[in-house]
Every structure is written in C-alpha cells, then in structure tokens.
C-alpha cells in the first residue's frame, strides 16, 4: 500500500528562522512530487512540482528536493516570514492504480512567530 | 477559466437534505478530483475521473455519494440525504492528465448540515 509521510506534524519556529519539512514515500515507482501550500479555511496552492528525474527545483526562498532512492523529498524554506505560517502538503503520482495515483501526505502545519 | 471554479463556496443544508457541488476545472484538463476535508484532517480522497469516466471510485463514503462528469468538463459530487458528519469541505483539482503536469485546486465548498 502506498502511503506518503510528513514529519513533523506541526512545527513552530521563530522568524528568521531556515526550516526543513519532510516527506517519505513508500513506492520508489514515484513520478512526480508536488508540494502544496493551504492557508485555514482555503484550498490548496501548488508550491513546487519535481519530476523524478529532477533532483530539485526552487522557487524563491522555497527550494524542494527529491531523492527517489531514499523515498524522500524536503521542502526547505529559508528566511522564514509569519507570513509563511499555513499547513504544507507533500504529493506523490505513481502508477500504484489506487486514489486515481495521487497520495497525499496529512502535512506538517507551520507557524513562524515575528 | 483561469482557475478551478467550486460553486458553491459554502452551503447550510438540513439534514435530509439533498445537495449538489459543482466544480468547473481548467479547460482543456482531462483528469479531475475530488476530495474531502473534515476540521483539522488531511485530504480524503472520494473519487477522481479521467475525460468522463471514473477508474476509481474507491473513496465515495457510502452510496448516499456520488458524481458524473459531463462533456469531459464539469463535474457535479452529489450527496443524497445529508448527514451531519458529511460536514466538511469539499475540493476539487484537476490536471492536464494523469501522469503530468502537477495538479490545481479550487477553493473548496464548505458544507455544513444542520
């Protein structure tokens, strides 16, 4: 069964602040892995998208990084703002054939304090 | 559109009641999904759909759900007889296809039985 994993689940951390969020995969027949960003009450918003034959991609102060043979992505974030308090998402397409390939992680939920 | 479109953003039914979700995905986008969000949980999936057929309906609660895709474009989840434990929010992504190009979401429909 596939399944994606973030940790951790919440994280607080001063403004300023470097931060790293984690996700693991299980099937390594990954295609691609998407990063999403919601804010309470709202949907999602698409951060990073990288392929698997991409090692990463950035996108200003976001650089996301995939490692299919660890079954690992991170999401780094550098120069952390209050405003990029909200919950991140990790999602993996592969052809397993179950929830139409896509698997969602449950996210970590980020809080920069000023 | 520009977007994926959810209408409407919020609905108060009574419980009993029938209701129908709309979602309007980015034209010319083949695959389409829809998924669940109770408070403070992680996406479940209900049921996705390729052009307008549905591979994999796995995730539809009970047969109170259900959905159709017409002309390869709309899509309308419907939930028969509420309850109030369907109470949540309910999005929509679509993608150019399924093995692509990352997906976008809506903004969700908050539904809320009474």
């Known amino acids: 069964k596939q399944e994606v994993t973030q940790i951790p689940a919440a994280l607080s951390v001063p403004e300023g602040e470097n931060l790293v969020l984690n996700c693991s995969f299980t099937?390594?027949?990954?295609?691609?892995l998407q990063w999403f960003r919601q804010d309470p009450g709202k949907g999602l918003t698409s951060l990073l998208l990288?392929?698997?034959?991409?090692r990463e991609q950035t996108s200003g102060r976001l650089n996301a990084s995939l490692d299919k043979s660890s079954g690992r992505s991170t999401l780094y974030i550098a120069a952390s703002q209050p405003g990029d308090s909200a919950t991140y998402l990790c999602?993996?397409?592969?052809?397993?054939?179950?929830?139409?390939?896509?698997?969602f992680g449950k996210g970590t939920k980020l809080s920069v304090k000023p | 559109g520009a977007g994926v479109s959810q209408s409407p953003s919020n609905k108060v039914t009574e419980k009993g009641k029938d209701v129908e979700l709309r979602c309007d995905p980015i034209s010319g986008h083949t695959a389409l999904y829809w998924y669940r969000q109770s408070l403070g949980q992680g996406l479940e999936f209900l049921i996705y759909?390729?052009?307008?057929?549905?591979?994999?309906k796995s995730g539809l609660p009970s047969d109170r759900f259900s959905a159709e895709r017409t002309g390869g474009s709309v899509s309308t989840l419907t939930i028969q007889r509420t309850q109030q434990e369907d109470s949540a929010v309910y999005l929509c992504?679509?993608?150019?296809?399924?093995?692509?190009?990352?997906?976008?979401f809506g903004s969700g429909t908050r539904l809320t039985v009474v």
């Open positions: 099937d390594s027949a990954i295609y691609n």
């Open positions: 990288i392929q698997s034959s991409q």
């Open positions: 992504a679509s993608s150019p296809g399924q093995w692509s190009y990352g997906y976008t």
């Open positions: 999602a993996d397409f592969n052809y397993g054939g179950s929830q139409g390939n896509l698997i």
């Open positions: 759909f390729q052009g307008n057929s549905a591979p994999d």
